[in-house]
Nanobody, 120 residues
Framework: QVQLVESGGGLVQPGGSLRLSCAAS????????MGWFRQGPGKERELVAR???????DYADSVKGRFTISRDNAKNTVYLQMNSLKPEDTAVYYC??????????????WGQGTQVTVSS
């Protein structure tokens, strides 16, 4: 079964850094697109960053230049390095795996989420 386990969340000061990790199991990790989403108070869940199986990446405009997504296929782990954190980055961050067994079908799997709070 697919499992995604996030870690690394916590309380940090504005301008600080944090690295989130997502340990994946139960599927062929190297073939899957992975992503990080977040949901802040009173907001919709939004895509923060994604990384394809090829290694190409996309970022939300709000985090470009500050966040970096990466993956280690040998460890079945995806990371989100967050620098220059702002209070508006406060949210629950979710790891996502998009598995596409066919060309016209995919299924999203989600971790339980990890809380990131940016406050002075």
């Amino acid at each position: 079964q697919v499992q995604l386990v996030e870690s690394g969340g916590g309380l940090v000061q504005p301008g600080g850094s944090l690295r989130l990790s997502c340990a994946a199991s139960g599927f062929i990790f190297r073939n899957s697109a992975m992503g990080w989403f977040r949901q802040g108070p009173g907001k919709e869940r939004e895509l923060v960053a994604r990384i394809r199986s090829t290694g190409s990446t996309d970022y939300a405009d709000s985090v470009k230049g500050r966040f970096t997504i990466s993956r280690d296929n040998a460890k079945n782990t995806v990371y989100l390095q967050m620098n220059s954190l702002k209070p508006e980055d406060t949210a629950v961050y979710y790891c996502n795996a998009r598995i596409t067994p066919t060309r016209d079908y995919w299924h999203d799997y989600w971790g339980q989420g990890t809380q990131v709070t940016v406050s002075s």
